[in-house]
Nanobody
Framework: QVQLVESGGGLVQAGGSLRLSCVAS????????MGWFRQAPGKEREFVAG????????HYVYSAKGRFTISRDNTKNTVYLQMNSLKPEDTAVYYC??????????????????WGQGTQVTVSS
């Protein structure tokens, strides 16, 4: 069992930055592929970024490349999403997710067994 708690969301102007954190608890949390997803009103939840168990491999949705950075600190059971150059279209609820069954980064929601409660990110124009 893995529990995930996100924090760091908020209201920011376009061009600004936010850093999201996701603290995981559970004995196997460091063995999980971790991902960040987001869901805007009226839209499906979409993959934003993922990171391998060791942190050595990352993968991003095209719109996030060059602006967002995912990282993890397994000593703190924490995954981060640094978001720079934010745009109004980044506005969404951001969710942290954990996948224990796979060895490679996953990009679809059904591959992730555990989810946090979400944190709201609002980018004003």
């Amino acid at each position: 069992q893995v529990q995930l708690v996100e924090s760091g969301g908020g209201l920011v102007q376009a061009g600004g930055s936010l850093r999201l954190s996701c603290v995981a608890s559970g004995r196997t949390s460091s063995n999980a592929i971790m991902g960040w997803f987001r869901q805007a009103p009226g839209k499906e939840r979409e993959f934003v970024a993922g990171i391998s168990r060791s942190g050595g491999t990352t993968h991003y949705v095209y719109s996030a490349k060059g602006r967002f950075t995912i990282s993890r600190d397994n000593t703190k059971n924490t995954v981060y999403l640094q978001m720079n150059s934010l745009k109004p279209e980044d506005t969404a609820v951001y969710y942290c997710a954990a996948a224990l069954r796979y060895l490679t980064i996953r990009t679809i929601t059904s591959d992730y067994e555990y989810w946090g409660q979400g944190t709201q990110v609002t980018v004003s124009s």
